[in-house]
């Protein structure tokens, strides 16, 4: 819409007229993903990464559409005229919102796409390496390498969140100037009744489009801090993929076609007195004690903190001994330890103990890290 040439001051005249360039016009950051939906990516893919083990990212999912502007004539006052060129500008707010939020839906689909894909790859790596297969396959390398590949399209699509981010974070301060404007046009003399009830009208849809353009500000930078985290937690786990695929096992019980015997059972040293709070604690007072998505959950974030973290897996038994036997906490305890490694972790970097607790009414296992 054409920008009417009259200005409150010559300060408002210089700001808006270089503001204008500012209202969306960059090009979009391409999709890289074509044009599926957030939500048709996920209804086609959850199923897949379930089965799988992997979590899909925890992005945001509003959709961020403006209220209508309302309409209204030209008074022919100095403020009536002012009040045209409120409307336009706010105008070109709600359109940069409407581009803010298509771009933001497209990468999310990008996101989604882009996880079902790494996390399939990683699934048929995992698998293969849990029965075991020849030290530096390089079918597995070539997996490992397309899983990368992923992880570059990670990081394009964080890197799309943050410009958008600069160029939301532009506008919301070009909004709170548009408010600004209209307030100090109450003060301005010449004007009638009807420039005064048309001010009061924009200024609610001004306030209103500022709330929705801050919310979208805040849910993209939440976007950004997810991606930037599932991004580090991928890299980190495609270091211990590759240092598996080199010895082509994944666990320590899996030592395929090497012909040599197997690694011995894992042995318990006495754990000193508990010191801290547990990363994990799994407690077996029931059968088929589901522990396994929590284990991973907690495994895979002290990962991301810590690359080189060192983990204690301590076999807890009852002090009264009369549910069940130290000989049911170690075996628990090294199912665990099993578990971990299958998820990546390195033997070298588990310890497992065993102690008893008078608290424990039932065989536990805690999990600490160092």
Known sequence: MKKSAVRLSLISLSFLALSACSFSKDALFPSLVGTDSQEEVKARGSNLVEAQGGELPMLGSTNFEPLEIS??????????????????????????????NSELQKIRASVINNAMQYHKIIGTIEAKLQVGTTPGNPHMFGLLQNAQNNIQV???????????????TSDSAMTSYLLDSIKSAYGVSGAVDE????????????NQTS???????NEVNSDVARQQQYVETARNYIVDLNSAIKVGSYGVS?????GTAGPKAPSFAKSADA??????????????????????????????????VMFEV???TPASGKQLSSGTAK??????????????????????????SPEATSSEVHIYVR
């Open 314 to 316: 301590v076999a807890v």
């Open 71 to 100: 309409e209204g004539g030209n008074t022919g006052t100095f403020v009536g005229q002012k009040v045209v060129s409120f409307r336009n500008e706010l105008s070109q707010l709600q359109t940069s919102i409407r581009q803010h």
């Open 331 to 356: 075996n628990n305890a090294t199912a665990i330890f099993q578990d971990m490694i299958n998820m990546g972790v390195s033997a070298d970097r588990i310890s497992l103990t065993a102690r008893t």
């Open 275 to 308: 010191n801290g709070k547990p990363l994990f604690v799994a407690k077996f007072n029931k059968k088929n004690v589901n522990y396994k998505d929590g284990l991973k959950k907690a495994v895979t974030s002290a990962i991301s903190r810590k690359p080189n």
């Open 195 to 206: 420039d005064h009830r048309q001010l009061r009208i924009l200024e609610n849809e001004t």
């Open 154 to 168: 990670m990081s394009a699509n964080t890197n799309a969140l943050s410009q958008l981010a600069a160029r939301v």
């Open 254 to 258: 899996n030592v395929p076609l090497t």
């Open 211 to 217: 709330i929705l353009m801050k919310s979208l500000l």
